[in-house]
């Protein structure tokens, strides 16, 4: 049996929820993409898996959201792409 210390992870927002992100914050494709699998919990190494890229590449678009957003770490752009998700603003 795989032992993991890792939590689980939240699932993934549906197309609705990514276009409500994108134009909320006027966010690129890419960077729509790496906020979702922040808010779902990933880390750099984990989206940069499941979007296919480097994790520099990550790094840069995250750099580009926290830049857009204003937030200035993980947890607040997770939360607040949660609840925009949900139809409500922050």
């Given amino acids: 049996m795989e032992s993991s210390t890792r939590a689980r992870t939240l699932?993934?927002?549906?197309?609705?929820?990514i276009d409500d992100v994108r134009a909320m914050w006027k966010l690129t494709e890419r960077q729509t993409a790496?906020?979702?699998?922040?808010?779902?919990?990933?880390?750099?190494?984990?989206?940069?898996a499941e979007l296919r890229c480097e994790e520099?590449?990550?790094?840069?678009?995250?750099?580009?959201?926290?830049?857009k957003?204003?937030?200035?770490n993980r947890v607040a752009l997770?939360?607040?792409?949660?609840?925009?998700?949900?139809g409500s603003t922050v």
Avoid: M, Y
């Fill in 34 to 48: 790496v906020a979702a699998q922040v808010a779902r919990g990933l880390s750099n190494k984990e989206v940069a």
């Fill in 78 to 86: 997770a939360v607040s792409v949660w609840i925009t998700s949900r």
């Fill in 56 to 67: 520099s590449t990550v790094e840069k678009h995250l750099r580009g959201v926290f830049r």
């Fill in 69 to 72: 957003t204003g937030f200035q």
């Fill in 11 to 17: 699932p993934p927002l549906d197309a609705k929820a």
